[in-house]
């Protein structure tokens, strides 16, 4: 059958990737990008502007596109939902009921919903954050991600959905910056180092979270989506990760590619963020059932990083 996707977020950090890559695998016209704003950014056609917490809205779409697969990317993430939970709540858990029953009424193929490692807090071990564990976040964000989770499986096991997530660490890419989010310094500082030569990095040097870059996020949600559906043994959300590393390690992988660059480290309320969050991830599972393996270290995220970010913005550094 003919693939005909929606993908909701399309103009976020990962639509804007994740959107590039459906078209060229499922062709232009069979994915129908979604954004919450008019402009269609850098998109061709079919674009719509909707708003996700709208049902009725989404509904038209997916009549009038007859989809039978969803990429809901809608959400609001860690630091801007802090500022604004009831915004992070409305948002993240409006859009995804609306979906979830959509999807059922629809009788849609296959369903996508990102989780993240915020699903996680203080109480779950920091270390090789096993797939099973405490999901007792401290964030909004994190809250909606677990509730997320939760429903996502409820629909599966009540009307047989087949829907799949990941739970993705911090994902680092040039081409749309991240918003609001906390792992945004390991962007920014690429950002800065192309554009300025310096980086004030908004947590300590000693602060390490797990990281991955955009293509490999990119891959694995596409062979995430193409694996047969008894392969999917999880479906709350599969543990996902790259590589692990410190904000200092980053600034001095980026100093050996950016001459003369320097980081300094002033943390702000992100910290605290970050600090409840786990170091690093087992991700056996998702390698075991799906066969994820990612591609990227922080050597090479660095190179694309540089050379890519000094094309964009035309700077010999
Ligand atoms: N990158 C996200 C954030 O920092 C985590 O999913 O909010």
Redesign the pocket.
């Known amino acids: 059958m003919q693939k005909k996707i929606l993908v909701t977020g399309a103009l976020g950090q990962i639509g804007s990737e994740l959107v590039p890559a459906l078209r060229k695998k499922y062709g232009n016209d069979n994915v129908i990008a979604v954004g919450y704003s008019k402009e269609s950014g850098e998109f061709n056609k079919p674009f719509e502007r909707v708003d996700a917490t709208n049902k009725e809205e989404l509904r038209t779409l997916i009549e009038k596109y007859q989809i039978n697969t969803i990429y809901h990317l809608v959400g609001i993430?860690?630091?801007v939902g802090e500022k604004n939970p009831n915004l992070a709540w409305h948002t993240n858990m409006e859009s995804l009921k609306n979906i979830l029953d959509l999807a059922v009424e629809y009788k849609i193929d296959r369903l996508f919903w990102p989780s993240?490692?915020?699903a996680f807090g203080p109480t779950t071990p920091l270390f090789d954050t096993p797939q099973e564990t405490i999901l007792a976040p401290t964030t909004m964000?994190g809250v909606t991600k677990v509730a997320g989770e939760l429903l996502c499986q409820y629909y599966n096991l009540k009307y047989g959905l087949d829907v799949r997530s990941l739970r993705?660490p911090?994902?680092i890419s040039w081409k749309t910056p991240?918003g609001g989010?906390?792992?945004?310094y390991a962007v920014a500082i690429y950002y800065e180092a192309v554009k300025n030569g310096s980086y004030d990095c908004f947590v300590k040097d000693d602060t390490i979270l797990p990281m991955m870059y955009m293509d490999d996020a990119v891959n694995a949600t596409l062979e995430l989506m193409e694996a047969d559906s008894e392969k999917i043994k999880i479906r709350t959300s599969y543990n996902l990760t790259a590589v692990s590393f410190s904000a200092k390690e980053l600034a001095d992988n980026v100093a050996k590619y950016v001459p003369n660059f320097k980081c300094t480290f002033t943390p702000d309320s992100r910290q605290k963020i970050a600090d409840s969050w786990p170091k690093t991830i087992d991700d056996t599972s998702a390698r075991k059932d799906w066969g994820w393996k990612p591609k990227f270290d922080l050597d090479q995220i660095s190179m694309e990083m540089i050379k890519n970010l000094k094309e964009k913005f035309q700077t010999k550094i």
Do not use: C, K
């Open positions: 993430l860690s630091a993240s490692i915020a964000y993705y911090g994902i991240p989010g906390t792992t945004d």
